[in-house]
């Protein structure tokens, strides 16, 4: 049994920063890699950063590079994505995900 808890989200003006964690609760880990998505209205969910299990080799989509970091935490069991110079297009509910286990989703609206 995988559970995924996500905090973090919110609203913040173009260009501020926020920080999003997803707190993992399982008994087995089976899966590679650890990662954020996201959803914007009328858009399909889309992969944004992921981190290896094995080696903490970090991925990310180019419309996040440089301004997003993804960072693993063991002793807290937690995984957490750092985003900064966002930007009123970074609206949409964030995810975290864990091979098929997906957290509930938290809402980020970038908007002056």
């Known amino acids: 049994q995988l559970l995924l808890v996500e905090s973090g989200g919110g609203l913040v003006q173009p260009g501020g920063s926020l920080r999003l964690s997803c707190e993992l609760h399982?008994?087995?880990?089976?899966?590679?890699?650890i990662g954020w998505f996201r959803q914007a209205p009328g858009k399909e969910r889309e992969g944004l950063s992921c981190?290896?299990?094995?080696?903490?080799?970090?991925y990310y989509v180019d419309s996040v590079k440089g301004r997003f970091t993804i960072s693993r935490d063991y002793g807290e069991n937690t995984v957490t994505l750092q985003m900064s110079s966002l930007k009123p297009e970074d609206t949409a509910i964030y995810y975290c995900?864990?091979?098929?286990?997906w957290g509930q989703g938290t809402q980020i609206t970038v908007s002056s």
């Open positions: 399982k008994e087995t880990w089976n899966y590679h890699a």
């Open positions: 995900n864990y091979g098929t286990f």
């Open positions: 981190i290896s299990e094995r080696d903490g080799s970090q």
